[in-house]
């Protein structure tokens, strides 16, 4: 029987590479904004368009404020209240509000969407809290961002322990981070590795013993302007930010800045920021540097030892591009 008669040059199929394969050529940078959201962020105080919130419910109403990581126990209703009044200033300025979504058994402080994630020009950075109180709220965030189509780029392994208000960036090109009681070392040794794949790079500073965050004693409000606590913030990171043409400001009320969380805001934008409400010296004393100030209730929800910044996770602002 003769042979079954076969094409001389048999075409490969393209699904294994043949004509008419499409190769990929944009780099995963290039592809933010047309196949992922727009979203990431290589400053702290371009405009703010994106952050995730998550209100809080019958939770807070705790028994034990040391078990549950509490200054005072907040009443639910009231704070519940000033949370939503934050969401709205937000939804006023323009900015889209990410809900991150109930769980079954929510846990007191999951509210503080900041410490649960990070932001990078090209993606997150999921938070993996240090304390066993907040241990799996960083899943709750990871699914919100998911949902809104925010690349992850790092989940955490090992021992590593991060917040998000640890990390900050200093210019597009570098990011600063606070090794103490929430970020440990083995964090910033893949932090710093991440960073580095995207052609960044980190600087890590100590923070001083019994203190929670980078974010409570240091914040930007311009590309030329931070806010610094006085004695708390680490000498490298005023140094970095002062090599950088930062005019590094130092807060004078420190009485009312502790109690009321003055220096817990967020920047709206360039020398804009949102701080809670009642802090009329540290009011004047940005509005004295050039800050427009917008103010919103924070009396309830500061006795769960955080304030604006600490309940806002930042998603996006608009972005240098070369």
């Not at 400053?43 to 703010?48: A, F, G, I, Q, T």
């Not at 189509?149 to 960036?169: C, H, N, S, Y």
């Not at 200093?170 to 910033?188: K, P, S, V, W």
Request: aromatic share 4%.
């Amino acid at each position: 029987m003769d042979e079954i008669a076969r094409p001389a040059a048999a075409s490969l199929a393209a699904a294994y590479g043949g004509e008419g394969w499409s190769p990929r050529r944009a780099a995963h940078g290039d592809e933010i904004g047309v196949l992922w959201a727009a979203c990431g962020i290589d400053s702290e105080w371009r405009r703010l368009t994106a952050v995730a919130l998550r209100c809080p419910g019958a939770e807070i109403a705790v028994d034990d404020i040391d078990a549950s990581q509490f200054l005072e126990a907040p009443d639910p209703g009231r704070a519940r209240a000033e949370h939503e009044a934050l969401g709205e200033v937000y939804r006023a300025e323009g900015v889209e509000v990410i809900e991150v979504p109930d769980v079954a058994r929510p846990s007191p402080n999951r509210m503080f969407c900041a410490d649960l994630f990070a932001m990078t020009p090209q993606g997150a950075i999921l938070g993996r809290p240090a304390s066993s109180v907040r241990a799996g709220e960083e899943v709750a965030v990871a699914a919100a961002l998911a949902g809104a189509r925010v690349p992850i780029l790092k989940t955490l392994t090992g021992q590593a322990t991060f917040e998000g208000a640890d990390l900050m960036w200093l210019d597009g090109e570098t990011a600063i981070i606070g090794r103490g009681l929430r970020t440990n070392a083995q964090a910033i040794d893949q932090i710093g590795a991440l960073l580095a794949e995207i052609g960044r790079t980190l600087i890590a500073v100590d923070l001083p013993h019994a203190t929670m965050h980078l974010m409570g004693m240091l914040r930007i409000a311009d590309a030329d302007l931070a806010i610094a606590w006085p004695r708390r913030t680490p000498h490298a990171a005023v140094t970095a930010l002062r090599e950088r043409g930062y005019q590094v400001a130092f807060l004078p009320e420190q009485g009312e800045a502790e109690s009321n969380k003055a220096l817990n805001f967020v920047t709206l934008g360039p020398r804009r920021i949102l701080m809670p409400a009642g802090n009329p010296g540290a009011r004047g004393f940005y509005q004295g540097l050039g800050v427009e100030v917008i103010e919103t209730p924070m009396g309830e929800l500061k006795k769960a030892a955080g304030a604006v910044g600490c309940l806002t996770g930042v998603v996006a602002r608009e972005m240098a591009r070369a």
